[in-house]
């Protein structure tokens, strides 16, 4: 399997539409990867409106899109990210200075599957990575 990464930088909501069609038409892909940043979470109903239109797989890399109708997502659990963050703010308020206190990556991730879009797209989800699933929509 050949693998070719394609990147594009969208900077208004106009630019979503003609980089969907230009990755599918353009550059023949076969799925699509969406790094969240505000503006694809601000237009998460239309990438995940475009992804179907042009029969595009799509990830995610927050499970908010699947509950939108998204194929996929895999990322860091926020509410565990959260949770964490106040022992920090916690930390700090009791004299702590938060230059001495480590930076943690994140240590707990969340798969998150769409039944229901990978029917729409004509796709079978293996059972072993629907096993492996926090979350599975139907």
Same mark, same amino acid.
């Given at each position: 399997?050949?693998?070719?990464?394609?990147?594009?930088?969208?900077? @208004?909501?106009?630019?979503?539409?003609?980089?969907?069609?230009?990755?599918?038409?353009?550059?023949?892909?076969?799925?699509?990867?969406?790094?969240?940043?505000?503006?694809? +979470?601000?237009?998460?109903?239309?990438?995940?409106?475009?992804?179907?239109?042009?029969?595009?797989? @799509?990830?995610?890399?927050?499970?908010?899109?699947?509950?939108?109708?998204?194929?996929?997502?895999?990322?860091?659990?926020?509410?565990?990210?959260?949770?964490?963050?106040? @022992?920090? +703010?916690?930390?700090?308020?009791?004299?702590?200075?938060?230059?001495?206190?480590?930076?943690?990556?994140?240590?707990?991730?969340?798969? +998150?599957?769409?039944?229901?879009?990978?029917?729409?797209?004509?796709?079978?989800?293996?059972?072993?990575?629907?096993?492996?699933?926090?979350? +599975?929509?139907?």
């Amino acid at each position: 399997m050949r693998l070719a990464l394609q990147a594009f930088e969208e900077r @208004t909501a106009g630019d979503i539409d003609a980089a969907v069609a230009a990755a599918a038409v353009r550059g023949r892909a076969e799925a699509l990867l969406v790094i969240s940043d505000a503006l694809f +979470v601000s237009e998460q109903g239309r990438i995940v409106e475009l992804s179907p239109r042009h029969r595009l797989p @799509t990830m995610f890399d927050t499970p908010e899109f699947e509950s939108a109708g998204g194929l996929m997502s895999y990322g860091t659990d926020l509410t565990d990210l959260f949770r964490r963050a106040a @022992t920090y +703010v916690h930390k700090i308020l009791r004299g702590a200075r938060p230059a001495d206190l480590p930076v943690e990556q994140a240590a707990k991730f969340e798969l +998150v599957v769409n039944r229901r879009s990978a029917r729409a797209l004509g796709l079978t989800i293996p059972s072993s990575l629907l096993l492996r699933a926090d979350q +599975v929509i139907e």
